[in-house]
């Protein structure tokens, strides 16, 4: 039997927070990881400022975990620089106050000027959402056309 | 000859505040509203709580607004509650701090269960990016096997 523990502080074995070193992520955050040799993951607990109206979890912030989730998988690749430039979410199921959310992504594919990557969203054993991203690699020419 | 005005606490005349019925929403916002005869739009500025670790507009914030932008014009058709089910976002140029993005969303189709909307999302005249989701009219059984 697997027991959830949802006190809304409680932060499972082996996860750290990470040091945001974005504004947005420290606004909508803190954001957690734990990495060993066989999984990277990252998560966060559902609190108030979290939810919609109906008190389930928001899809925005859903969304906002998936881009820093993804988009981690994308810096492990070792790339650099990347801007996302599409991103599909298809909501599974609601998350709900006190939910441990956990998000596990990878880079299927990744060409010249292009990766695809995609992730699972997970509240214990339930999928509750998956995402799938296209990152590019800024080139010099798009840079400058800023 | 357009003048825009980037201070970071100007406010575009015609705009209110919207109250956040969602904590979620307060916690990001302040989001803004215009209604008139000829539109319906929503606006936000981009502060430094809104950016990414490069400094321009984190892609989760501008997905998030998207999410408040489309959710508004399922809200118009009157159907009552619904819940994002697809959410699929283009992003076409960054957004910087102190830009002014305006977001415009219609439903383009209504059926028995789902909404589709479409939105466009602006800074001036410039696309910043395009979003399409999909919204489901919870059945009595889906509620009940939440």
Request: charged share 20%.
């Given at each position: ?45 559902v ?48 998350g709900r106050?006190?939910d ?23 509240v ?23």
């Amino acid at each position: 039997m697997t027991t959830v523990n949802t006190n809304i502080n409680f932060v499972p074995d082996g996860y750290k927070p990470i040091v945001h070193s974005a504004p947005y992520g420290a606004l909508i955050g803190p954001v957690y990881e734990r990495v060993d040799e066989e999984d990277s993951v990252r998560a966060f607990r559902v609190k108030k400022q979290h939810t919609n109206s109906l008190g389930y979890l928001h899809g925005g912030m859903l969304m906002s975990f998936a881009d820093i989730v993804l988009a981690q998988a994308v810096i492990r690749t070792g790339r650099g620089l990347t801007a996302t430039v599409r991103m599909v979410t298809e909501f599974m199921a609601p998350g709900r106050l006190g939910d441990w959310v956990e998000g596990r992504a990878s880079v299927s594919k990744s060409t010249g000027t292009l990766l695809f990557a995609e992730g699972q969203f997970q509240v214990g054993a339930s999928l509750i959402m998956i995402a799938s991203g296209v990152f590019v690699v800024p080139s010099d020419r798009n840079i400058k056309s800023e």
